[in-house]
């Protein structure tokens, strides 16, 4: 079992490098979203199934989506609404963190939840760009 997840990481791996090799910052931004929604469902499976490692992994991938996301900021142009963004990309960290020392699902889900928020505005605003 454990080889065909590996197998499916690798293909999610290169997906990812082929969506992004070719995507505007906007679309980046949601590729980015994307793939962190889906490392948080699955830190919340491994705290779930007890696989410590692995939950340990994919909170450290979830943790450098949010990095990269917060580097992509454009700080000196984007003024308070840039700035409450950070804030939150910050605060999720944080709570991912908790969540890895404290093996809670719950700490994840306030995690999601911003995101998905977040993710809905990215969204709206490719809509009306596209």
Known sequence: MYGQENGYAQYKEIDLASR???ASPLD?????????????????SHIE?????????????????LNALTSSLEFENGGELVLNLARLYDHCVYQLYEASGQL???RIDEVIVILNNLREGWEGLAKKLG
């Not at 994307?34 to 919340?44: C, N, V």
């Not at 199934?49 to 989506?65: F, G, L, M, T």
């Open 49 to 65: 199934n007890r696989r410590y490692e692995r939950k340990a992994q994919s909170i450290n991938k979830c943790i450098d989506i």
């Open 104 to 106: 809670s699902t719950e």
């Open 20 to 22: 992004t090799a070719s």
């Open 28 to 44: 980046l931004v949601l590729v980015l979203y994307a793939g962190l929604m889906d490392e948080l469902e699955r830190a919340k």
